[in-house]
C-alpha cells in the first residue's frame, strides 16, 4: 500500500513559480513510477507529467513542456513538480500518483492506476 500527500499548491500570478510536493508512504518508493495529474472545473483529469521509477525518464504534456519539470528523489520518498511561468489555464487541483509501471501513468486508463493523493489546488490569476 502506498500513501501520497500532496503539498504546496496556492494562488500566484501568471507568471509566478510554485512547487509541488508528493510524499510517499512506501518504503519501496523506488521502485514506483510516478506521475502528475491535474484537473481544472468542468474538464476531465488529465495527465501533466510522469517520470520512471529511477527518474531516467520523463513525460509531459504538451502544454506544459519547457515550463514543468518532474523529480524524484527516492531517498526522501518524495517527488516534485516544478512549475514555472505559470498561467490561468494551469488552474486546477493536482494530484499525484502512482504505478508500477509509466506506461499506466502516461498512456493507461487512469482507472488502472492504483495510488493517487488527495489533490492540491494551483490558483494562477491573470
Known amino acids: 500500500q502506498v500513501q501520497l500527500v500532496e503539498s504546496g499548491g496556492g494562488l500566484v500570478q501568471a507568471g509566478d513559480s510554485l512547487r509541488l510536493s508528493c510524499a510517499a508512504s512506501?518504503?519501496?518508493?523506488?521502485?514506483?513510477?510516478m506521475g502528475w495529474f491535474r484537473q481544472a472545473p468542468g474538464k476531465e483529469r488529465e495527465f501533466v507529467a510522469g517520470?520512471?521509477?529511477?527518474?531516467?525518464?520523463?513525460w509531459y504534456v504538451d502544454s506544459v513542456k519547457g515550463r514543468f519539470s518532474i523529480s524524484k528523489d527516492n531517498a526522501k520518498n518524495t517527488m516534485y513538480l516544478q512549475m514555472n511561468s505559470l498561467k490561468p489555464e494551469d488552474t486546477a487541483v493536482y494530484y499525484c500518483?502512482?504505478?508500477?509501471?509509466?506506461?499506466?501513468?502516461?498512456?493507461?486508463?487512469?482507472?488502472?492506476?492504483?495510488?493517487w493523493g488527495q489533490g492540491t489546488q494551483v490558483t494562477v490569476s491573470s
Open positions: 512506501a518504503r519501496t518508493f523506488s521502485s514506483y513510477a
Open positions: 517520470i520512471a521509477s529511477n527518474g531516467g525518464n520523463t
Open positions: 500518483a502512482a504505478a508500477q509501471t509509466p506506461t499506466r501513468l502516461v498512456r493507461g486508463d487512469q482507472s488502472s492506476i492504483p495510488y
